[in-house]
């Protein structure tokens, strides 16, 4: 029997030690495999994120792309762009107010402006402190003579965009703004805070092209403090020896250059550019230039017009403000293709081609005109602008002085879904294709789109009437097209038949159509544009002689567009009487044949009465000068015009 003092012992007991010791070994492998797993699994993946927090990399900008006119004229480029900078921990704390005072001497920045700063970034006594942005060369060089007085006073180069013909092309060009933040979330990978983008025109539309890819150095980084970007005396930037707290900097041997961005050659010719804007001085309107058998863009003028450096270069903020915020007529849109009038008698183009292209007519169909017209004797009259009428006429005579009762026959015959099949086979009412953003598309009206206009309204005013096509047929009622479109239109009529797809960038190239346009059709719309710039005697006197240049075989057509009716104008007895925004365009459309390369132009000046007496001058101006650059005498009247 044991004896009674023997220590007792629970049933289990070694189940238990047993069950502890598994748990406790148990326990240690999970540990030794969790340390296993993290020293030598994960070892790269737990290494690059202790580099990362050793290291930090900083960028270097790069350039972006040069843009080149025709003849690789620069019309954009980068300029290396100083910012006077202050490093208040290179500065003597007994100093501050000598440098401050003797900043504002220099450069005009108030010295309690400039303590501010310094009081602002006390904790990081090593930042750079901006002081002055994008200096003069007068400044920077005034600031240099003086650096034994200024310590911890030094300039920054950074690269800036620079438009070298400044308003002249600015529409086309676009401009440069600072990204934001819904941009920012869509282009995180690409793009950082603070950036700029393509705003617009060419540098909107080739963003992806002309920007290049920034460098970055990787530098020696700390719980705190950011490295600060320095230049030498060429621009090149470099890391500081520290950063914005003072620890040293150390760079880690990895850099990568940025890489500029492409270059970009464009089809502008910018002293033609220059000239179409030069004569739409103190006029809202467009000139538009094109290589008739290319589509290539020669000149898009555009008034009133912006310089894109104002969004880039020191000061301007009221101008900038003032531009963004700017009510009609805008600087910002170019009333080339970002803007729709009605064509007026420059559609009648559109008419006669198709009219001969589907039999309705032929050579020697007339119709009669005398001076006015009606559907039917309970219907109101349709006037011809020469009130007189202009008697029995062809469709050469139609073109040349402009019959409207003539197409007021013809677009009845025609009928409102012919009219729109050809209008936008010509180029009306549909996009052109050019390499610019937010091109407008215009408008020929139809059946569908009156009924979907008026899909609330009662059933009669969903319907399409003859009135309708009436007023169509001289481009009238609710049609709409853009400079563009029509210059598009002129050029398939010069080039044998092609509708051209307009382009800026030189290596998109010619794109044209299948013909759209027969031998006979082609024969009299241009037999009828040539008559209608013919001075008379012994032919008749066309309504656009005013573009006339002896020894030129030049197409024209006038057109001039209404936008208020008769009721509101006609009590007024001098054209010049009429409000401004109660005058007709002015419309004129031209085309050269017998010169290398062939063109074809539109010109429209806003509210500008009449095509004839506006337009085609300006027309015959853009035709000689383009021809007949060369010669001194024109040249320097040009140039006098521009600048």
């Known amino acids: 029997m044991p004896k009674n003092d023997e220590p007792r012992r629970y049933e289990g007991v070694e189940n238990r030690v047993q069950f502890t010791a598994v748990v406790i070994t148990l326990a240690f492998l999970i540990l030794v495999g969790q340390l296993w797993h993290l020293q030598v699994v994960e070892q790269g993946l737990y290494r690059a994120m202790a580099e990362d927090q050793r290291v930090w990399p900083k960028r270097l900008k790069s350039d972006r792309g040069i843009i080149y006119g025709r003849g690789d004229v620069v019309l954009a480029d980068n300029r290396p762009s100083a910012d006077i900078v202050m490093v208040p921990g290179d500065i003597p704390a007994d100093m501050h107010e000598h440098v401050a005072a003797t900043l504002d001497r220099l450069i005009g920045v108030p010295k309690e402006e400039i303590l501010e700063r310094i009081h602002q970034h006390r904790g990081e006594p090593f930042t750079q402190i901006p002081i002055k942005r994008d ?171 912006y310089d894109p450096g104002v969004f880039v270069n020191r000061g301007h903020s009221e101008e900038r403000l003032g531009l963004l915020t700017a009510p009609k007529p805008n600087p910002m849109f170019s009333r080339s293709y970002r803007e729709v009038y009605p064509p007026g008698s420059i559609y009648k183009i559109v008419m006669a081609a198709a009219a001969l292209e589907e039999g309705i007519i032929s050579a020697h169909s007339t119709h009669y005109c005398p001076g006015r017209f009606r559907l039917s004797p309970t219907t109101r009259w349709w006037h011809c602008w020469r009130r007189s009428g202009h008697g029995h006429v062809d469709v050469d005579d139609a073109l040349a002085f402009s019959c409207d009762v003539f197409f007021y026959n013809v677009g009845l015959d025609l009928g409102v879904d012919k009219i729109v099949e050809w209008s936008n086979k010509m180029g009306l009412g549909v996009h052109t294709g050019i390499d610019l953003p937010g091109e407008i598309t215009g408008l020929i009206p139809s059946r569908d789109w009156k009924r979907e206009l008026n899909k609330d309204k009662p059933v009669w005013e969903q319907n399409w009437y003859p009135g309708d096509t009436v007023n169509l047929s001289i481009g009238q009622g609710s049609a709409g097209t853009t400079p563009l479109q029509n210059a598009v239109m002129m050029a398939l009529i010069v080039n044998g038949g092609y509708r051209v797809r307009p382009y800026l960038n030189e290596a998109i190239g010619p794109e044209l159509s299948e013909r759209i346009l027969g031998d006979m059709a082609l024969k009299h719309v241009i037999d009828g544009l040539r008559l209608c710039v013919t001075k008379g005697p012994p032919a008749p006197t066309g309504t656009g002689h005013a573009a006339y240049i002896k020894g030129y075989d030049i197409l024209g057509k006038t057109g001039t567009a209404q936008v208020a009716s008769l009721e509101q104008t006609q009590h007024y007895k001098e054209v010049d009487d009429i409000p401004y925004n109660l005058r007709h365009h002015a419309w004129f459309v031209a085309g050269v044949m017998d010169k290398e390369p062939k063109i074809a132009l539109c010109v429209l000046v806003e509210h500008g009465h009449q095509g004839s007496s506006v337009a085609a001058p300006l027309a015959r101006d853009v035709i000689e000068f383009f021809y007949e650059r060369n010669e001194a005498p024109l040249m320097a009247q040009a140039m006098e015009k521009v600048y």
């Open 135 to 305: 200096v003069t060369r007068y400044d920077r060089v005034r600031v240099e003579e003086q650096t034994f007085d200024l310590p911890g006073v030094l300039t920054v180069v950074h690269p800036q965009r620079r438009y070298r013909y400044g308003k002249i092309g600015g529409q086309l060009l676009g401009y440069l703004g600072e990204i934001n933040k819904v941009e920012l979330a869509r282009l995180r990978d690409e793009y950082n805070m603070g950036d700029l983008i393509g705003r617009g025109g060419l540098e909107q539309m080739y963003e992806s092209h002309l920007r290049g890819h920034d460098g970055y150095v990787v530098v020696t980084k700390y719980a705190s403090g950011r490295p600060q970007l320095r230049t030498d005396r060429l621009g090149r930037p470099y890391i500081a020896e520290r950063d914005s707290l003072g620890h040293t900097l150390e760079e880690e041997g990895r850099r990568v250059e940025p890489t500029t961005g492409n270059p970009l050659y464009i089809t502008l010719d910018i002293e033609l550019q220059a000239y179409c804007e030069a004569l739409l001085q103190g006029e809202v309107g467009s000139i538009v230039v094109l290589e008739a058998d290319t589509g290539a863009v020669l000149a898009m003028a555009s008034t009133p017009t």
